[in-house]
């Protein structure tokens, strides 16, 4: 069933009773050419182009809860393409002119709200930094602006310019950067999936792999063991543990990382912004909540919960910047448990199990990413080669000392 205008229409007169479910709840077969294990965004945006782009028939998707119950459903919804290095921005261009289309390709109503993304800077030597990495962008086709503090001034004028602890000097600007309501992008691939084919199946975890002289020829799961051609591995917070089934150790840890949503509150914030000196980002989200998060915890855990220290230090970035935040109520809070890789930079790659490929170490910055890292997967997996945009989030990276740090803060994923 179409989206349109007409549809709704036509289904309010009815009483809304003719919608049809969005995704079918089939039983798994006894074999598919592509298994992708984990239904967040990754996999599903895989499976999508896989049945769409790469025209591949006969694939599942196992989710071990229910779709849209991992970081998908968890983020603070945040898209944007402002990166420094070589190894990720062209692949976050990519996936940002992909959202850009994105609710004409499914069909959706994803809500996705290019209303801009604003880093604060605070010292000169900051704005220096900035620069650089506002002209990366710019060299790369990638929207930037450089704000002083006057210009600033104009968009924000709610963050606290004159008594600040740490002075605001201005912000680098991404004005395509933005939200998008992150369960709706679980739900559009889905149904897009699910339209060409794909078997969706819920409630069915992959408890292992079927290996055997170096070749994975499926999975092992609940409701019996499943065959496929080939098994690619979206996991997200999960990888260290599910990879471990396949005797594979990767460089990757498991933190949990925090969200935040206020009151609703009249419309204040008009895109994102960041703190420079310290962990905090905040938008507003379309209700009126002001969505917001920071650092990461930083012990490792699989817990989707988290601890107070960060709720702490969170709020203080917050009422550091703009001090009226001190008044709002929390409302809700959760956590999400993210997999940091050693260098911040994620994963897509085959591995050395033939049949068996992997993509992760999306640390917290992997739902931007959904629509490429779908393009992208899906591509290795039909053709075994990397997709152009992702030739650099290789395995090998870490042995050849290729590492792909945007942050420039060494081997510990903590840092990232
Ligand atoms: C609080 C928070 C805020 C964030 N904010 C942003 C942001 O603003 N912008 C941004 O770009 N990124 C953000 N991120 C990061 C982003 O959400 C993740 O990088 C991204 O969602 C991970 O990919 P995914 O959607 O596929 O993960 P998930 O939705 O977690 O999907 C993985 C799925 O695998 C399933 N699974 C696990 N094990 C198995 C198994 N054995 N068998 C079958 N299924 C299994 C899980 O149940 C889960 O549904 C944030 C993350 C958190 C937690």
Redesign the pocket.
Known sequence: MRNSAFQVFKQALQGDVGWKPVWRSPDPKPEYDFII???????LATAYYLAKKYRQANVAV????WIG???????????RSNYLLDGNEPFYEFSMKLWEGLEQELNYNAMVSQRGIINLFHTDSQRDAFVRRGNAMRLNGVDAVLLDREALRKECPFLNFDNARFPILGGLSQPRGGTVRHDAVAWGYARGADQHGVDIIQN????GFLISDGVCTGVATPRGQIRAKKVGV?????SSR?MAKAGMRLPIESHV???FVSEGLKPIIPGVVTFGAGHFYVSQSNKGGLVF?GDIDGYNTYAQRGNLPTVEDVCEGGVAIMPMIGRARLLRMW??V?DMSMDGSPIIDKTHIEGLYFNGG?????????PASGVAFAHLLATDSPHETATAYRFDRFSRGYMIDEKGMGAQPNLH
């Open positions: 294990v984990g239904g967040g965004g990754h996999g196992l989710e071990k809860g119950s991992g970081n998908v459903g968890r983020n603070t919804t945040i898209i069915c975890e992959a408890t979206a996991v997200a917070g999960s599910v990382l925090q969200a998060g956590g999400g993210v999306w640390c917290y910055g992997g739902f931007k990413a959904t």
